[in-house]
């Protein structure tokens, strides 16, 4: 068997340097894989060369990723591990797909599975910790926008600068920027299309969902186990303690979460599954 290439897609604030991205892409170049991790477009330090920002739904980058590395290394397996928002696009991107999926596995940490409704919940007024990263992610938010302003307001579409670098909730930045960016009639419609949601039951390769009960953004409430019930190609792994991706070890700078991503990939590519039913 060729190399296998692990292709990461981190969180919305996320880069290649994030502390949970090291840890695992460290422990899998101890099994010999390969490990790529997908910056989003105008992220980690790029600059945008088209008018188009990235959203929380938007699965054509990737999709275009995975296709090259298919193209230029055919005969290396491709697995795909993602966090947080990057874990809504990687399950949207699976679900699409379907039986075509060219990813052999995947594994899922923090999806956030319905972003309206955690939009919603993060942009509660209630001082509370989803608040803090409301807070963070809606400052990110801007930040992506003010460094990239110029590519943006090149598109065709009227956008109101001072309404998007003052807005107080992610919903409202969405409203006033992303989904007149991307042709949506609203928020809410944009944030519903761009849901994993919907796409889990087309999900036709084995696929690991890891979720914390403590998480202050994915909480027990948002996690669709009905989903996982009917469907046999998705296996819900579910911690106590956590958080939003905080599975840290007992003293720092240890964690655990790419013990159990490098058993699951060892696992999945000792068993590979060749044929894959129509349906669940």
């Known amino acids: 068997m060729q190399r296998p290439i692990v292709t990461v897609l981190s969180g919305v604030t996320g880069t290649s340097c994030d ?53 230029r290394m055919p005969q290396c397996p491709l697995l795909g591990l993602s966090f947080s928002l990057g874990a809504n696009i990687m399950a949207k991107y699976i679900g699409e797909e379907g039986a075509d999926c060219p990813l052999v596995a995947g594994i899922i940490v923090g999806n956030p599975y319905d972003m309206y409704k955690v939009i919603n919940h993060l942009d509660s007024r209630s001082l509370s910790l989803n608040k803090i990263y409301d807070v963070a992610i809606l400052n990110f938010l801007k930040t992506a926008f003010k460094e ?33 960016a991307f042709g949506y009639g609203s928020a809410k419609h944009l944030l ?29 409430s948002l996690i669709p186990f009905d989903k996982f019930l009917n ?40 068993h590979k599954v060749v044929e894959r039913p129509a349906s669940p």
């Not at 010999?32 to 997908?38: A, F, G, K, P, R």
């Not at 945008?48 to 275009?64: A, I, M, V």
């Not at 106590?240 to 060892?266: C, D, L, R």
Request: hydrophobic share 35%.
């Open 19 to 71: 502390f949970y991205v090291r840890k695992c892409y460290e422990e899998l170049i101890k099994l010999q894989y390969s490990v790529v991790v997908v910056h989003s477009r105008g992220c980690g330090g790029s600059k945008l060369t088209t008018s188009l920002p990235f959203h929380c739904g938007f699965s054509n980058d990737y999709r275009e990723v995975v296709a090259d590395l298919k193209h």
């Open 192 to 220: 519903d299309d761009s849901s994993s949601l919907d796409h889990l039951d087309n999900i036709r390769i084995p696929v690991l969902f890891l979720n914390s009960l403590d998480d202050p953004i994915c909480t027990p």
């Open 148 to 180: 990239n302003q110029e590519a943006i307001l090149s598109a065709p579409v009227k956008f109101n600068v001072s309404k998007i670098v003052n807005s107080s909730t992610i919903m409202e930045f969405t409203e006033e920027m992303t989904r007149k």
């Open 231 to 270: 469907n046999p190609w998705l296996l819900l792994a579910l911690t106590q303690y956590g958080g939003h991706i905080g599975y840290m070890g007992n003293t720092w700078p240890t964690s655990w979460v790419e013990h159990p991503v490098a058993q699951f990939f060892k696992c999945m590519l000792k």
